[in-house]
């Protein structure tokens, strides 16, 4: 079974806010919560993190449930560049996991 | 940011060849980084895991014999495909894992595209 369920594709407006949802209702109670972008052809780029508290950096903002069941990235005010795919990905830190990449939500942004 | 270099950024040989892959953390130690393969359209595939001064872990169905890799300091790794063949075309790609305090955090090099004629 999938680890997470994201939306296959997504379209954003330029300029907007894009949010783009992941389903982990199986995480574990010492799993995070990390999401990375794919640019393509490109190497992934890590976006941010959070276990339980939602957390903002300078590229995007992370709302995590209270049951931390599903977790929302969101891209305040998405460019071109945003282009991507999106992967939402649970792990746990210090458990010898490894990051597995599934099939992520792949977002286009719209001029 | 962690920055994580890998070189060559492409290559293309003869089948029959080898080549090396060099995955470098530029500014930051990594005991431990990784190896990754993705073929066209599809996600990325872990191939192995690299921790400094002892041998790799490959995933099942990994050939280590085929895939070598070295992690002889704590900020480089390279991954030598032997004998390569057309099939081993794909892109690689290596991450290296950056502690913090109690946080992990993997940072990805840009990839290196193989191609094996």
């Known amino acids: 079974d999938a680890k997470t369920t994201q939306p296959t594709s997504m379209d954003c407006a330029e300029g907007r806010a894009a949010n783009l949802p992941c389903n982990h209702s199986t995480i574990s109670g010492n799993e995070y919560v990390y999401w990375y972008r794919q640019i393509h052809s490109q190497g992934p780029q890590y976006i941010i993190h959070?276990?339980?508290n939602n957390e903002t950096n300078e590229m995007a903002s992370l709302i995590i449930t209270e049951d931390r069941k599903s977790s929302t990235l969101i891209l305040p005010h998405a460019t071109l560049r945003d282009t991507a795919v999106y992967y939402c990905i649970p792990i746990s830190n210090f458990g010898n996991e490894k990051l597995t990449f599934g099939t992520g939500t792949r977002l286009t942004i719209i001029p | 940011g962690a920055v994580v270099s890998q070189h060559p950024s492409w290559v293309i040989c003869k089948s029959g060849t080898s080549v090396k892959i060099e995955c470098r953390s530029l500014?930051?130690?990594?005991?431990?980084m990784f190896w990754y393969r993705q073929f066209p359209k599809q996600s990325l595939m872990l191939m192995a895991t690299s921790n400094e001064g002892s041998k790799a872990t490959y995933e099942q169905g990994v050939e280590k014999d085929k895939f070598l890799i070295n992690h002889a300091s704590l900020t480089l790794s390279t991954l030598t495909v032997t004998s390569a063949h057309p099939e081993d075309s794909s892109f690689y790609i290596c991450s290296a894992r950056r502690t913090e305090l109690i946080e992990e955090t993997q940072y990805f090099g840009p990839g290196t595209r193989l191609l094996v004629l």
């Open positions: 959070g276990l339980k």
């Open positions: 500014d930051f130690q990594a005991t431990t």
